[in-house]
């Protein structure tokens, strides 16, 4: 087990665990609403919380979404990030930034837009932010690279951001990441964090913790990539092939804890 997490094991009630859930709790499936933690992960948090961990989710899907596909009520004191920090659910309550100017616009004009390119992409509503998918075309990356010019195009003409991940555009609210919402998990009473992604998305938290350790703050982190996206892997300190192997660890550590 990695020193950092055998740290964990020690000092749980001065750590903190923040995870992605797609791709990284949850394997990544053509149809996100089918979207499923693996098995065993969700009880691994709650035996970590239970022990004195802080556990959060910070992911890029809406956050009542999130709780409801991962039954995350089942995690005592568990914080989600939503929308990359645009929402914040905890013991049952939603906070949520109002809903950007432009988007209502752009809800109507990317379907005739999307529709020109490929009858396989189609437009996710994530309510505070809009997600084009390209994964179920013939050809996803192709279909990626013919959108990102006129969406990004589009996207900026109404004041907002287009974010790349695996096979999706994500249109949402200008300089919004996950590094401000894991920044606002580490202003908690933190000694050891950990942060596991698998996308590009997940690139600021990784420097957020990195931001939190530098300068000799005697603080450790521990960043940790799920997956086969490079990009991500390079950039970890811990690289994982899967949920699955992810989900061994939660356990393993949950059992130190308990």
């Known amino acids: 087990m990695h020193p950092v997490l055998r740290e964990i094991a020690r000092t749980p009630r001065e750590a ?3 995870l992605d859930f797609d791709g990284t709790l949850a394997p990544i499936v053509d149809d996100p609403a089918l979207s499923r933690a693996f098995p065993g992960a969700i009880e ?21 979404t999130v709780v409801d596909l991962g039954q995350l009520q089942r995690v005592p004191g568990l914080l989600v990030s939503g929308l ?7 013991d049952g309550q939603l906070i949520s930034l109002p809903e950007p100017s ?3 616009e752009l809800r109507t004009a ?15 509503d994530k309510g505070l932010s809009l997600v084009v998918h390209t994964r179920r075309t013939e050809d996803p990356a192709g279909a990626l690279a013919v959108l990102t010019e006129p969406v ?44 596991c992604g698998d996308d590009l998305g997940d690139l600021p938290a990784f420097e957020a913790l990195k931001d939190w350790t530098a300068g000799g703050s005697g603080r450790t982190a ?22 699955a192997e992810l989900t061994a660890i939660l356990v393993e550590l949950a059992e130190l804890v308990v």
Request: glycine fraction near 12%; hydrophobic fraction near 55%.
């Open 102 to 104: 432009g988007l209502a």
């Open 16 to 18: 903190l665990i923040a």
């Open 222 to 243: 521990l960043a940790v990539s799920v997956g086969e996206a490079a990009e991500v892997r390079q950039a970890a300190d811990l690289v994982l092939d899967s949920p």
């Open 84 to 90: 990359h920090g645009a929402q914040t659910w905890s």
């Open 152 to 195: 990004t195009a589009l996207a900026v003409e109404h004041g907002l951001d287009v974010v790349g991940g695996k096979f999706v555009l994500e249109i949402r609210i200008p300089s919004l990441s996950k590094a401000d919402a894991v920044g606002r998990l580490l202003e908690g009473p933190t000694a050891v964090a950990v942060f």
């Open 44 to 64: 691994a948090l709650a035996a970590l919380a239970g022990g004195g961990v802080r556990v959060a989710i910070v992911t890029g899907r809406d956050a009542l």
């Open 110 to 124: 990317l379907p005739a837009l999307l529709g020109q390119i490929d009858p396989g992409v189609w437009l996710e």
